[in-house]
């Protein structure tokens, strides 16, 4: 109503002077007034008196003066009204309208309701202003409280954000004079004569629950109760009226956090349990680090609450990710995990199985168990994550996608996440922004995350006047309309209610909500830290809080709920059962990572030879039909009007299906296609790939007339293939391909593709790769099979679009540089078992439409990082056969030299061993330069695991060659200080062999100005002794920067190298 009267303010053409209530009553009014301006519609104004209608109104006069009954009663109340001495029309009062009103008017009796002794303007009485503007301050009031009472509420159980509460013991029935200063004070116009006066409630709350009006003094108090007590709310920014008036009908009705004797005893058994967990590892183990829940203990039966109302409304499976603080209790008492498992992890004990294994308060866990409250099953799993925070979340968010999808749970009722956070790392780490933002997009949302917040109010050492701009920890959230619940730690009935309505909001909306439950850290970051040193006054009061169990158990005991015996038996009892769990787990010998997998694969494994490998080639009749439904319209739909360009690259991709052979987009198809077909899920994500960042994909076609029309020709191939799902991301790497491990991780039988817009930008999401990709399955034992695609190429587009860093990647390779493998008929086989990645340069269609395959063709999954093209998109020679493809076929890890020189291998001069796209142009400069009798080219397609087998099998095929790593990338990148070592070990391991001294210098030698022409004698002599045969550089030098921004110094580089290249 406040707005309302904004509006008649706005449109009130009387003096300045003139007060609202005045102008209403003097102007001439319908029954209904409009109450947005928009919308208000002008009748023309008839005048009051002309020649037509004088004749009846004085007619009407006179039948009043002789009965006031026998006309209308509008014509009654205007005579009366005129006789009183009323001005030309002002008399007139309009009858009510019994017409109903339209959504932007409100009938004028409503401002003024007959209740309390108050009168009516449908009685004819006259109205005083302050009637009026007293309701609309009450509606003021009202609204001050929804949209600001949580700054004034008691949250801090220490008392130190809002200072002790004052209660002033006079006003407004005992409420806290700092909450109605504050939240109030610009409304209140009232004494304490008028604290008795009754107001009609507007729809926009429930304090009243069946009244319509109460008196001021009982609005006070339930809106105090309400929204400055022990709970916080912010949800007056939701954009939504029915979703706000659904908070306001949980939170305003008096009583409404009161629980039953049951739920309390419950609730402090649940106290128990989490209190009882950190005071016996504190016992058992005093200076070991283990970030205890001391100061949020109440978190624990939070959770479960939670759990609790959702399996209730539905929920069958629930995916957790938390930081480390209170990790070990969440594994214990909200999860169930076996407690003498958890011990053993404090016993320093050996693992039995392989990995590296990670700290106990990092580790996930798989639980399937049944909920006792709501007698349902459960499964619950709370994903591994490393130290760096909020990490975990988008692989949370992806791995309850993946499972809603695979589910077939297209609204999210049966799966849901549930991420809890520090309070610094909400505020602090960007992903938790990203990750939120994923949250409504179609092909990312997940229906709803519950987020509760540890808010310790403090980060390691930092108090959050430093470390967060905002007034809230929790105010990113605003930016989705989340709505968002503070609560005061110390009230647990109060924490349990939030979680209820949180729970139902979830179930409801299926959008996220924020709990925010504000406590203490009772010691300092960890265990064997002194908070001392920079928060005293903070931990001068925290050594004077008693536990918030001590202050629940004393208030149930007081009214009478449990007795003492019983408190101290719930907390023996619990004490017994960690005793048991300890005595338990010293007889542990060693330590299982697999007893920690959050995300077992059931009958993946079972009855495979880990060692064999799928065939990845596919029969011509399916590369046919999936080619030409790729380079086709949309079937028996010939209104859908196509891009005329694009109508062109279908003409252009139907000649080579025709033609037998393949560019890489088609590769990229087919391989996809072959793939939906044996009913394998492909999920492709990332910026742009929908058309993809170089115009060369076009998976989805879009109607030039009808907005939302689109067409996706590799989700219609065969009428019983797999789903197929390429999305455009959001512009964000480190959230979603976050998001994209977590999917790719729930499901072995999916290939999921992650592809960066340009392989630059990988490094946003450094984090994911380094924590999660890299070193997963060493820490975790949890495979994944996720594909990262990563435009890579130096063509002069500048420092920021020519490096996706593969030496990055090749340096996390975790091959050993010295150790070569015994070779075995299953060599490729192993060395993909035993490595931690794949690093792959292809450089043709054909090799990239195999290792996409042979990633569903491995019998195990490992994470594939592969450099991809961007103008050998279109680049006439990167071109494969359907006979590279066919069945039979397989990636090749090395692709020899196929030209002149492996006619005549003798003869051969300089072998170059190179990766992707340079490839094409050392060719190009041989040919131009008639050097394909005297240098070989062999490509090196997949660099790690590094193909010892093959590539030795090169060497020894050119035993007079000098032997040369070509690469496009600067020296200190790219991939020479990989294959270096590697090529090293190789030479080292063969027996000597005969060579040319000048495979001895190599480049280095010859640009000191050494040629054939002035070899010396004892040159000569070389030519003929056994030696050990190196590798030399052919590339740009180093340099700190991946690629120039100026086009000439990139070709002046790209020159030198073909020179070099060319010399003998």
Known sequence: ????????????????SERFASWLLNKPQNAAVVVNARFKSSTAAEPFLNGSSSAYVETMYNNWLSDPNSVHASWDAFFRNATAGAQPGVAYTSPPNLAPYSKNEVPLTSLVPAAGGMPSIAAGSPINEKIIDDHLAVQAIIRSYQSRGHLVANLDPLGISTGDPVSSGEWHGGLRAFA??????????????????????PSTTFIGEKEKALPLREILTRLEQAYCNNIGIEFMFINSLEQCNWIRQRMEPPNVTKMSPDQKRLILARLTRSTGFENFLAKKWSSEKRFGLEGCEILIPAMKQVIDVSTRLGVESIIMGMPH????????????????????QFAGLEAEDDGSGDVKYHLGTYIERLNRVTNKNIRLAVCANPSHLEAVDPVVQGKTRAEQFYRGDNEG????????????AFAGQGVVFETMHLSDLPAYTTHGTIHIVANNQIGFTTDPRHSRSSAYCTDVARVVNAPIFHVNSDNPEAVMHVCNVAAEWRATFHKDVVIDIVSYRRNGHNEVDEPMFTQPLMYQKIRKTKPVLEKYADQLIAEGVVTAEEVKDVKDKYDKICEDAYNQAKQETHIKYKDWLDSPWSGFFEGKDPLKMSTTGVVEETLVHIGKRFSSPPPNAAEFEIHKGLLRILKARMEMVENRTVDWALAEAMAFGSLLKEGIHVRLSGEDVERGTFSHRHHVLHHQKVDKATYCALAHLYPDQAPYTVCNSSLSEYGVLGFEVGYSVTNPNALVLWEAQFGDFNNVAQCIIDQFISSGQAKWVRQSGIVLL????????????????????????????DYMPPESPDYEVRQLHDCNWIVANCSTPASYFHILRRQIALPFRKPLILMTPKSLLRHPECKSS???????????????????????PQNVRKVSFCSGRVYYDLLKERRERGLEKDIAIVRVEQISPFPYDLIKAE??????????????EHKNMGAWSYIEPRFRTMLQNQKHIRAKSQSQGGWFSQLLGRSESSQTDSDKQAEVETVARTISYNGRPTAA????????????????????????
């Open 790 to 817: 990563q435009p890579h190429g130096m063509e002069g587009m500048g420092p920021e679009h020519s490096s996706a860093r593969l030496e990055r990647f090749l340096q996390m390779s975790a091959d050993d540089p």
């Open 955 to 968: 060497v020894a095929k050119y035993p007079n060659a000098q032997l040369v790593w070509s690469q496009e």
């Open 413 to 424: 009722k049966k799966v849901m996440s549930i991420l809890l956070h520090g309070d610094a």
């Open 325 to 344: 603080r209170g990790r070990l209790n969440v594994l214990a008492n909200v999860c169930r995990k076996p407690l003498h498992q958890l011990f053993t």
């Open 180 to 201: 109605s200063e504050a939240v109030i004070r610009q409304h209140v116009r009232f004494d304490e004569a008028d604290m008795d006066r009754v107001f009609k409630l």
């Open 882 to 904: 359907f006979d590279d493809m066919n069945d039979g076929t397989a990636f090749k890890r090395v692709i020899p030299e196929e030209g002149v020189a492996a006619q005549n």
């Open 1 to 16: 109503m406040h707005r309302a009267r904004v509006i008649f303010k706005a449109s009130n053409t009387v003096g300045n």
């Open 1041 to 1064: 920067s991946p690629a120039t921004g100026s086009k000439a110094a990139h070709n002046k580089e790209l020159k030198n190298l073909l020179d070099e290249f060319c010399i003998l």
